[in-house]
């Protein structure tokens, strides 16, 4: 019987170290690029930013997204496994449509947990480091507001979510066939790490302005809630109408993604065989 459990429970287990593992490494690339999407500011100055803030404040903002990506990638890998057994089992259409469908519920229920989402960036932003110092007065700042306010920018998540599930699980097996045959345990975890770390940072890349526009949206505290395409124009004008500035961070991004993916799809692939 807890062989049996154990057996059920295993994607989520593994989707949720593989996402500790992630975040505990990453956070501080993290942190600059999320000054980069706020502010529009160079990767130096983010950086020279972080300095001014100290250690201390390093790690500041680490829960929300301990919490948020240990929940929600236990919730990604565990329940799109599960879901497209279920859909293939009762659904008479292609393996792929399935999967497909499967990666866009499982993505759905991943932004329920938009509020952990929400007050990371809140405890990322310089200009609330006076308002609030942990992420209980974070959560507690924004209960005035009402439940909504936690759900600032849930159509953008809502969106990266489901189409970046969609390409992750749908490209991951053939990228994966495309790379060198590996015959020992350590070949297999570097293509691992290469499939999914190549995938996560041309996701990144790709839904980059949306993430940008989210970032802005949940940066706001009370006060009229803006839709994505206002926002996206806000930020457009401001940064005069150049794309080059709208992907702004994009580079660094792409190197975090490449690296946080890569961490995440290796774990995640060798935890599977050993537990």
Known sequence: MVGTNVGEMKHYLCGCCAAFNNVAITF????????????????????????????????????????????????????????????????????????????????????????????????????HHDKFTNTYQAFRALKCHGIGEYYRGLVPILFRNGSSNVLFFGLRGPIKEH????????????????????????????????????????????????SFPKVFKTIWLERDRKLTNLFRGAHLNYHRSLISWGIINATYEFLLKVI
Request: overall charge positive; glycine content about 8%.
């Open 179 to 226: 790379l060198p045959t590996a015959t020992t345990h350590s070949a297999h975890l570097v293509n691992d790490f290469i499939c999914g770390g190549l995938l996560g940072a041309m996701l990144g890349f790709l839904f980059f302005p949306v993430n940008v526009v989210k970032t802005r949206i949940q940066s706001q505290i009370g006060g009229e809630f803006q």
């Open 28 to 127: 501080p690339i993290q942190k600059i690029l999320f000054r980069q999407q706020l502010y529009g500011i160079k990767t130096r100055d983010a950086v020279l930013q972080l300095r001014r803030d100290g250690f201390r404040n390093l790690y500041r903002g680490i829960l929300p997204p301990l919490m948020q990506k240990t929940t929600t990638l236990a919730l990604m890998f565990g329940l799109y496994e599960d879901l497209s057994s279920l859909l293939q089992k009762h659904v008479s259409a292609p393996e792929f449509a399935t999967r497909g469908v499967a990666a866009v519920l499982a993505g759905t229920t991943e932004a329920i947990f938009t509020p952990l989402e929400r007050v990371q960036t809140l405890l990322q932003d310089h200009k």
